[in-house]
Protein backbone atom coordinates (compact mmCIF):
# COMPACT_ATOMS: atom_id res chain seq x y z
CA UNK A 1 0.00 0.00 0.00
CA UNK A 2 1.07 3.38 -0.29
CA UNK A 3 3.71 4.57 2.12
CA UNK A 4 3.78 8.20 3.87
CA UNK A 5 7.27 9.02 5.75
CA UNK A 6 7.97 11.55 8.62
CA UNK A 7 11.27 12.80 9.25
CA UNK A 8 12.44 13.22 11.95
CA UNK A 9 10.27 11.02 14.49
CA UNK A 10 11.41 12.83 17.38
CA UNK A 11 12.95 15.80 17.92
CA UNK A 12 13.71 17.62 21.57
CA UNK A 13 14.84 21.46 21.20
CA UNK A 14 15.03 24.81 23.00
CA UNK A 15 12.22 27.19 23.66
CA UNK A 16 12.61 30.08 21.28
CA UNK A 17 14.12 27.88 18.53
CA UNK A 18 12.43 26.53 15.26
CA UNK A 19 11.93 23.16 13.65
CA UNK A 20 10.97 21.69 10.56
CA UNK A 21 9.13 18.73 10.14
CA UNK A 22 8.97 16.83 6.72
CA UNK A 23 6.56 14.49 5.53
CA UNK A 24 6.68 12.39 1.85
CA UNK A 25 4.69 10.27 -0.08
CA UNK A 26 7.26 7.56 -1.07
CA UNK A 27 5.12 5.81 -3.90
CA UNK A 28 2.71 8.45 -4.66
CA UNK A 29 1.79 11.94 -5.32
CA UNK A 30 -0.36 14.26 -3.59
CA UNK A 31 -1.73 17.38 -4.26
CA UNK A 32 -2.81 17.90 -0.64
CA UNK A 33 -1.54 16.86 2.59
CA UNK A 34 -2.73 17.76 6.05
CA UNK A 35 -1.00 18.51 9.17
CA UNK A 36 -2.82 16.64 12.51
CA UNK A 37 -1.35 17.45 16.54
CA UNK A 38 -2.18 14.72 19.08
CA UNK A 39 -1.60 15.45 22.59
CA UNK A 40 -1.36 12.87 24.83
CA UNK A 41 -4.39 10.69 25.19
CA UNK A 42 -6.55 12.68 23.27
CA UNK A 43 -7.86 12.65 19.61
CA UNK A 44 -6.10 13.99 16.30
CA UNK A 45 -6.68 17.65 15.27
CA UNK A 46 -6.18 19.29 12.27
CA UNK A 47 -4.13 21.89 11.68
CA UNK A 48 -3.69 22.88 8.33
CA UNK A 49 -4.11 21.61 4.52
CA UNK A 50 -0.88 21.64 2.67
CA UNK A 51 -1.60 22.41 -1.23
CA UNK A 52 1.11 22.05 -3.58
CA UNK A 53 1.11 25.23 -5.53
CA UNK A 54 -0.47 27.59 -3.14
CA UNK A 55 -1.02 28.67 0.56
CA UNK A 56 -1.83 26.05 3.10
CA UNK A 57 -5.30 26.42 4.92
CA UNK A 58 -5.41 26.93 8.21
CA UNK A 59 -8.22 25.47 10.65
CA UNK A 60 -9.79 28.08 13.27
CA UNK A 61 -7.29 28.75 15.94
CA UNK A 62 -4.34 27.73 14.54
CA UNK A 63 -1.57 30.54 13.91
CA UNK A 64 -0.21 30.48 10.27
CA UNK A 65 2.92 32.62 11.32
CA UNK A 66 3.77 29.73 13.86
CA UNK A 67 3.11 26.88 12.21
CA UNK A 68 4.47 27.20 8.71
CA UNK A 69 3.47 25.00 5.91
CA UNK A 70 5.19 24.62 2.31
CA UNK A 71 3.78 22.16 -0.35
CA UNK A 72 7.83 22.20 -1.98
CA UNK A 73 6.27 19.61 -4.26
CA UNK A 74 3.95 16.50 -4.98
CA UNK A 75 5.56 14.57 -2.60
CA UNK A 76 6.80 16.29 -0.14
CA UNK A 77 5.09 18.71 2.77
CA UNK A 78 7.10 20.36 5.39
CA UNK A 79 5.52 21.53 8.28
CA UNK A 80 7.67 24.60 11.21
CA UNK A 81 7.04 25.14 14.37
CA UNK A 82 8.17 28.97 14.56
CA UNK A 83 10.04 30.14 18.19
CA UNK A 84 8.64 26.78 19.61
CA UNK A 85 7.62 26.81 23.43
CA UNK A 86 6.88 23.78 25.77
CA UNK A 87 3.00 24.21 25.06
CA UNK A 88 3.98 22.96 21.32
CA UNK A 89 5.40 20.11 22.88
CA UNK A 90 2.86 17.67 20.80
CA UNK A 91 2.69 14.36 18.33
CA UNK A 92 2.62 16.27 15.25
CA UNK A 93 1.25 13.80 12.50
CA UNK A 94 0.79 14.12 8.48
CA UNK A 95 -1.29 12.66 5.75
CA UNK A 96 -1.68 11.88 2.33
CA UNK A 97 -5.09 11.17 0.06
CA UNK A 98 -4.39 8.50 -1.89
CA UNK A 99 -6.37 6.06 -4.18
CA UNK A 100 -10.42 6.53 -3.15
CA UNK A 101 -11.13 7.67 -0.55
CA UNK A 102 -8.61 6.74 1.83
CA UNK A 103 -5.72 8.34 3.84
CA UNK A 104 -2.43 7.55 4.60
CA UNK A 105 -0.99 9.00 7.40
CA UNK A 106 2.78 9.10 8.55
CA UNK A 107 4.33 7.76 11.62
CA UNK A 108 4.22 10.76 13.29
CA UNK A 109 7.07 13.17 15.02
CA UNK A 110 7.73 13.13 18.46
CA UNK A 111 7.95 17.26 19.37
CA UNK A 112 9.52 18.33 23.24
CA UNK A 113 10.21 21.78 23.39
CA UNK A 114 12.22 22.46 26.63
CA UNK B 1 -22.27 22.30 18.06
CA UNK B 2 -20.58 19.63 16.16
CA UNK B 3 -19.37 16.57 17.92
CA UNK B 4 -18.38 12.84 17.14
CA UNK B 5 -18.50 10.75 20.13
CA UNK B 6 -16.70 7.68 20.75
CA UNK B 7 -16.38 6.09 24.47
CA UNK B 8 -13.51 7.10 26.25
CA UNK B 9 -13.29 4.15 28.79
CA UNK B 10 -11.25 1.51 27.75
CA UNK B 11 -13.00 -1.47 26.54
CA UNK B 12 -11.31 -4.93 27.99
CA UNK B 13 -12.43 -8.11 26.32
CA UNK B 14 -11.45 -11.65 26.65
CA UNK B 15 -9.80 -13.16 23.68
CA UNK B 16 -12.09 -14.86 21.46
CA UNK B 17 -14.79 -12.52 22.20
CA UNK B 18 -16.43 -9.86 19.97
CA UNK B 19 -15.46 -6.65 20.25
CA UNK B 20 -18.30 -3.55 19.32
CA UNK B 21 -17.46 0.01 19.84
CA UNK B 22 -19.65 2.91 19.01
CA UNK B 23 -19.37 5.91 17.02
CA UNK B 24 -22.06 8.58 17.32
CA UNK B 25 -22.02 12.16 15.90
CA UNK B 26 -24.11 15.39 15.86
CA UNK B 27 -24.95 18.37 13.56
CA UNK B 28 -22.30 16.18 10.78
CA UNK B 29 -23.95 15.06 7.25
CA UNK B 30 -20.55 12.40 6.64
CA UNK B 31 -20.65 11.13 2.71
CA UNK B 32 -17.90 8.52 4.25
CA UNK B 33 -17.35 7.73 7.63
CA UNK B 34 -14.11 5.31 8.51
CA UNK B 35 -12.57 3.88 10.94
CA UNK B 36 -8.59 3.59 11.73
CA UNK B 37 -6.53 2.35 14.56
CA UNK B 38 -3.23 3.56 16.11
CA UNK B 39 -0.96 1.73 18.22
CA UNK B 40 0.90 4.16 20.79
CA UNK B 41 3.54 6.96 19.74
CA UNK B 42 2.18 5.42 16.04
CA UNK B 43 0.32 7.13 13.19
CA UNK B 44 -3.38 5.73 12.48
CA UNK B 45 -3.23 3.26 10.04
CA UNK B 46 -7.01 2.94 7.81
CA UNK B 47 -8.79 0.05 8.19
CA UNK B 48 -12.59 0.57 7.01
CA UNK B 49 -14.23 3.08 5.15
CA UNK B 50 -18.27 3.28 5.04
CA UNK B 51 -20.28 5.28 2.53
CA UNK B 52 -23.20 6.95 3.38
CA UNK B 53 -25.27 4.86 1.50
CA UNK B 54 -23.82 1.54 2.84
CA UNK B 55 -25.27 0.05 6.24
CA UNK B 56 -22.37 -2.73 5.72
CA UNK B 57 -19.58 -3.35 5.75
CA UNK B 58 -16.41 -6.26 6.16
CA UNK B 59 -13.39 -7.22 6.26
CA UNK B 60 -11.41 -10.24 7.27
CA UNK B 61 -12.72 -10.05 11.30
CA UNK B 62 -13.60 -6.84 11.41
CA UNK B 63 -17.41 -4.99 10.42
CA UNK B 64 -18.63 -1.54 10.17
CA UNK B 65 -22.29 -0.42 10.29
CA UNK B 66 -23.69 2.99 9.36
CA UNK B 67 -26.89 4.17 10.18
CA UNK B 68 -26.92 7.49 9.45
CA UNK B 69 -30.83 8.07 10.87
CA UNK B 70 -29.05 7.25 14.12
CA UNK B 71 -26.25 8.95 13.25
CA UNK B 72 -23.83 6.49 14.58
CA UNK B 73 -21.60 3.75 13.28
CA UNK B 74 -20.43 0.66 15.18
CA UNK B 75 -17.32 -1.09 14.39
CA UNK B 76 -17.25 -4.90 15.36
CA UNK B 77 -13.91 -6.72 16.11
CA UNK B 78 -14.84 -10.51 15.88
CA UNK B 79 -13.03 -13.43 17.50
CA UNK B 80 -11.00 -10.83 19.23
CA UNK B 81 -6.84 -11.79 19.42
CA UNK B 82 -4.70 -10.10 22.03
CA UNK B 83 -2.87 -7.85 18.58
CA UNK B 84 -6.51 -6.60 18.31
CA UNK B 85 -5.05 -4.29 21.37
CA UNK B 86 -4.94 -0.59 20.45
CA UNK B 87 -7.00 2.63 20.02
CA UNK B 88 -9.37 2.41 17.40
CA UNK B 89 -10.44 5.98 16.15
CA UNK B 90 -13.57 6.89 13.43
CA UNK B 91 -13.39 9.85 11.40
CA UNK B 92 -16.13 11.71 9.88
CA UNK B 93 -14.98 12.71 5.93
CA UNK B 94 -17.94 15.51 4.15
CA UNK B 95 -16.68 15.06 1.10
CA UNK B 96 -14.67 12.91 -0.98
CA UNK B 97 -10.89 14.45 -0.07
CA UNK B 98 -11.54 16.76 2.11
CA UNK B 99 -10.33 16.60 5.86
CA UNK B 100 -10.74 13.88 8.33
CA UNK B 101 -12.77 15.19 11.44
CA UNK B 102 -11.41 12.39 14.42
CA UNK B 103 -13.47 10.80 17.37
CA UNK B 104 -11.71 10.80 20.62
CA UNK B 105 -10.75 7.05 19.92
CA UNK B 106 -11.70 3.96 22.55
CA UNK B 107 -8.86 1.79 23.31
CA UNK B 108 -9.56 -1.99 23.16
CA UNK B 109 -7.60 -4.31 25.77
CA UNK B 110 -7.92 -8.23 24.75
CA UNK B 111 -7.08 -10.23 27.37
CA UNK B 112 -5.68 -13.79 26.79
Known amino acids: GAVVSQHPSRVICKSGTSVKIECRSL??????MFWYRQFPKQSLMLMAT?????????EQGVEKDKFLINHASLTLSTLTVTSAHPEDSSFYIC??????????FGPGTRLLVL | SQKIEQNSEALNIQEGKTATLTCNYTNYSPAYLQWYRQDPGRGPVFLLLIRENEKEKRKERLKVTFDTTLKQSLFHITASQPADSATYLCALEEAAGNKLTFGGGTRVLVKP
Open chain 1, 50 to 58: SNEGSKATY
Open chain 1, 27 to 32: DFQATT
Open chain 1, 95 to 104: SAPGAGETQY
